[in-house]
Nanobody
């Protein structure tokens, strides 16, 4: 399974940004998909997760109500819509595939490359 993340950039506080993760490879749909992030000097942390097979989603408390994860099964692509961004959201965001509910790094089977999101105040 290969994961290609994109969509990061520099935005101002209050702005929105959408990240994309294109998944490819055999049995990609067998895995749940998620996003993690790693801020400078901090450990990688769970952000959100979604299943390919149903509407189940899961979010970290810090992003509930602001971030929305979704997937396009036809394109094998997962999205992370990030609204009301604040400087604390600044991090490298990683796409991941693994076992549901994929809230911990040890549940991740595959990682994509990171994409940097910087939110200025």
């Amino acid at each position: 399974v290969q994961l290609q993340a994109s969509g990061g950039g520099l935005v101002q506080a209050g702005d929105s940004l959408r990240l994309s993760c294109a998944a490819s490879g055999r049995h990609v749909n067998a895995y749940a998909m998620g996003w993690f992030r790693q801020a400078p000097g901090k450990e990688r942390a769970f952000v959100a997760a979604v299943k390919w097979s149903d509407e189940n989603t899961n979010y970290a408390d810090s992003v509930k109500g602001r971030f929305t994860i979704s997937r396009d099964n036809a394109k094998n692509t997962v999205y992370l819509q990030m609204d009301s961004l604040n400087p604390e959201d600044t991090a490298v965001y990683y796409c991941a595939a693994g076992a549901w509910p994929i809230v911990r790094s040890r549940q991740v089977r595959y990682w994509g490359q990171g994409t940097l999101v910087t939110v200025s105040s």
